[in-house]
């Protein structure tokens, strides 16, 4: 496959995750494709994290928060690292900063994918759903826009066919999910059980 020229970014990065995030490849031009651009999508994302850990730890769990920086950590950088492998493989070394540098920006994006579903899943249950069904429904529609734009963003950065690209997308998907693993046996799988909730009390003081 011949790789085509890339523009010049235009660093206009909410506008470039809006046109991902709906289907057009031209939202990649908005992105640098270098190291230092997938350094600075790490950025924000890395001061958000101490952030968090710190004020966890603060609360007097020190175990939780290094728990909670240990898995946001590999739920960051594991994406890149696998992709990483196929580059090597398939020539598309040139292209992993790219890729690599639109999944970061991208966390922003599924956030917002979710809030948006959030409230037509709630639709369902005045229809007569079950509540049980419409976060089910809440979920599966999540997680299938999820695959999708892994799909789409493997496909387009690293230039590559739809085949490779539903490979990329299962392997960086799953292989994220079994190195999540790492961090429980790190600190203890009662410990990440608690995780949550140590986050929930801390979201809401008062209570």
Same mark, same amino acid.
């Given at each position: 496959m011949t790789e085509p020229a890339r523009p010049k970014p235009n660093g206009r990065l909410t506008l470039g995750l809006l046109l991902i995030g709906t289907g057009r490849p031209a939202g990649f031009a908005q992105f640098g494709a270098t190291r230092d651009a997938f350094l600075a999508s790490l950025a924000p994302w890395l001061g958000l994290l101490i952030v968090l850990s710190g004020t966890i730890a603060w609360a007097g769990k020190p175990i939780v928060a290094l728990a909670f920086f240990l898995v946001t950590i590999c739920n960051l950088l594991a994406p890149a690292v696998i992709a990483d492998a196929f580059c090597r493989l398939w020539q598309r070394r040139e292209n992993w900063a790219l890729y690599a540098n639109v999944l970061n920006c991208s966390q922003w994006l599924m956030v917002a994918a979710f809030l948006l579903l959030l409230p037509l899943a709630s639709l369902t249950v005045p229809l007569g759903a079950s509540?049980?069904?419409?976060?089910?429904?809440?979920?599966? +529609?999540?997680? %299938?826009? #999820?695959?999708?734009?892994?799909?789409?963003? &493997?496909?387009? &950065?690293?230039?590559? +066919?739809?085949?490779?690209? &539903? =490979? #990329?997308? @299962?392997? #960086? =998907?799953?292989?994220? %999910? =079994? @190195? @999540?693993q790492i961090p429980s046996l790190l600190v203890g799988k009662s410990t990440l059980d608690r995780l949550g909730n140590s986050i929930d009390k801390l979201a809401r003081p008062s209570e």
């Amino acid at each position: 496959m011949t790789e085509p020229a890339r523009p010049k970014p235009n660093g206009r990065l909410t506008l470039g995750l809006l046109l991902i995030g709906t289907g057009r490849p031209a939202g990649f031009a908005q992105f640098g494709a270098t190291r230092d651009a997938f350094l600075a999508s790490l950025a924000p994302w890395l001061g958000l994290l101490i952030v968090l850990s710190g004020t966890i730890a603060w609360a007097g769990k020190p175990i939780v928060a290094l728990a909670f920086f240990l898995v946001t950590i590999c739920n960051l950088l594991a994406p890149a690292v696998i992709a990483d492998a196929f580059c090597r493989l398939w020539q598309r070394r040139e292209n992993w900063a790219l890729y690599a540098n639109v999944l970061n920006c991208s966390q922003w994006l599924m956030v917002a994918a979710f809030l948006l579903l959030l409230p037509l899943a709630s639709l369902t249950v005045p229809l007569g759903a079950s509540l049980q069904t419409a976060t089910w429904l809440l979920m599966a +529609s999540w997680a %299938g826009y #999820v695959i999708w734009f892994h799909w789409f963003a &493997a496909r387009h &950065a690293l230039n590559i +066919s739809r085949g490779r690209a &539903a =490979i #990329v997308m @299962l392997t #960086v =998907i799953f292989g994220t %999910g =079994i @190195l @999540l693993q790492i961090p429980s046996l790190l600190v203890g799988k009662s410990t990440l059980d608690r995780l949550g909730n140590s986050i929930d009390k801390l979201a809401r003081p008062s209570e």
